[in-house]
T-cell receptor
Framework: DTAVSQTPKYLVTQMGNDKSIKCEQNLGHDTMYWYKQDSKKFLKIMFSYNNKELIINETVPNRFSPKSPDKAHLNLHINSLELGDSAVYFC??????????FGSGTRLTVV | GENVEQHPSTLSVQEGDSAVIKCTYSDSASNYFPWYKQELGKRPQLIIDIRSNVGEKKDQRIAVTLNKTAKHFSLHITETQPEDSAVYFCAVYSGAGSYQLTFGKGTKLSVIP
């Protein structure tokens, strides 16, 4: 069983489109995250939810909107996609006091 | 907020040699220090971690050392193999009130056969 699963794995779309990435974890963790990894491999936090409550909202364009229907799911919706949004997006969940378990990533390419 | 510096950014070693990656952090309240390995096209995966009440931890060919006074910690890989080639990230958890890990910028390790 995959602990943290993301869909889709690859996403190619045109500028201006709206797209969503889904994430689900079956580990029973309370906290989930979205990270963006750019071409230089830097992992930049975007959002964090703890028990469905938004606790971290870094400086990202408001075109990015996270949604957590329950503590096992954290989805990411992106409006009006731009070329600079191209990156790999990782979902992760965390057990209290330990490190993250990452999803397999979604490679977003905006053309 | 927490600031994590990681060095070097790239590292090439001959197969069988040792590799050392170093990280420094700024928040003296930080209490948990994991290391992640990310192979090309894959997700970052936890390979070893250490807590602030421990100075060293080993797991086969990898070890992590922590110097709380100096606020730095290091990853040591001995007898390197080609499959150790990857990007390695250090991270720091600042404890109570902090919900996130702060990551270093990564070290690309290349093991030359």
């Amino acid at each position: 069983d995959t602990a943290v699963s993301q869909t889709p794995k690859y996403l190619v779309t045109q500028m201006g489109n709206d797209k969503s990435i889904k994430c689900e974890q079956n580990l029973g963790h309370d906290t989930m995250y979205w990270y963006k990894q750019d071409s230089k491999k830097f992992l930049k936090i975007m959002f964090s939810y703890n028990n469905k409550e938004l606790i971290i909202n870094e400086t990202v364009p408001n075109r990015f909107s996270p949604k957590s229907p329950d503590k096992a799911h954290l989805n990411l919706h992106i409006n009006s996609l731009e070329l600079g949004d191209s990156a790999v997006y990782f979902c992760a969940s965390r057990d209290r006091g330990r490190g993250y378990t990452f999803g397999s990533g979604t490679r977003l390419t905006v053309v | 907020g927490e600031n994590v510096e990681q060095h070097p950014s790239t590292l090439s070693v001959q197969e069988g040699d040792s590799a050392v990656i170093k990280c420094t952090y700024s928040d003296s309240a930080s209490n948990y220090f994991p290391w992640y390995k990310q192979e090309l096209g894959k997700r970052p995966q936890l390979i070893i971690d250490i807590r602030s009440n421990v100075g060293e931890k080993k797991d086969q060919r990898i070890a992590v050392t922590l110097n709380k006074t100096a606020k730095h910690f290091s990853l040591h890989i001995t007898e390197t193999q080609p499959e150790d080639s990857a990007v390695y990230f250090c991270a720091v958890y600042s404890g109570a009130g902090s919900y996130q890990l702060t990551f270093g910028k990564g070290t690309k390790l290349s093991v030359i056969p």
